[in-house]
């Protein structure tokens, strides 16, 4: 595991007592949580989370997605980004911050999201190209 991706100590709390022990019983687990006082609507938070598990767990989908933004993102909008991103994440953590860009540009109701200024540039092509790699990036309805 890698310590950048704990970003706070309740994160690292829930790491430690759950998702570790949770892992060393099965080695093929994905858990999501997401904090209840958030102003956005349930089903969005679960829908960004949902894209960071597809990233960490399909091979194929983060590669598409850090090549997408190695080749396809402006320079001038990564530091943008970054710039937005920075307010509330660890903004030098190339990882995070691709991370992050494909939760925000892919989730339900990114229309209203932190990267919404984005969504036009981006969320088409880099759609297009994750199901051109048999790796569409699981979409949630809202009336779940």
């Given amino acids: 595991h890698s310590k950048n991706i704990c970003l706070n100590s309740a994160e690292k709390e829930l790491f ?3 998702i570790l022990p949770k892992s060393k019983e099965n080695k093929k687990i994905v858990i999501i949580a997401y904090a209840l006082y958030g102003r956005m609507d349930p089903i969005k938070i679960i829908s960004h989370e949902v894209m960071h598990a597809q ?3 399909s091979l194929i989908y983060k590669s598409i997605v850090d090549s997408f933004w190695q080749t396809e ?4 909008d990564k530091l943008k980004i970054k710039k937005i991103l920075g307010r509330y994440y660890d903004s030098s953590n190339e990882l995070l911050v691709k991370n992050e860009f494909q939760a925000y540009i ?3 109701g990114a229309e ?3 990267l919404s200024a984005f969504l036009d540039e981006y969320r088409k092509p880099l759609t297009e190209a994750l199901i051109k790699a048999h790796a569409p990036p699981i ?3 809202s009336s779940l």
């Avoid at 993102?73 to 001038?76: G, Y």
């Fill in 106 to 108: 892919l989730m339900s």
């Fill in 55 to 57: 990233y960490f767990t």
């Fill in 73 to 76: 993102v402006s320079k001038e």
């Fill in 139 to 141: 979409q949630l309805e």
């Fill in 112 to 114: 209203s999201g932190l």
């Fill in 16 to 18: 430690e007592k759950l």
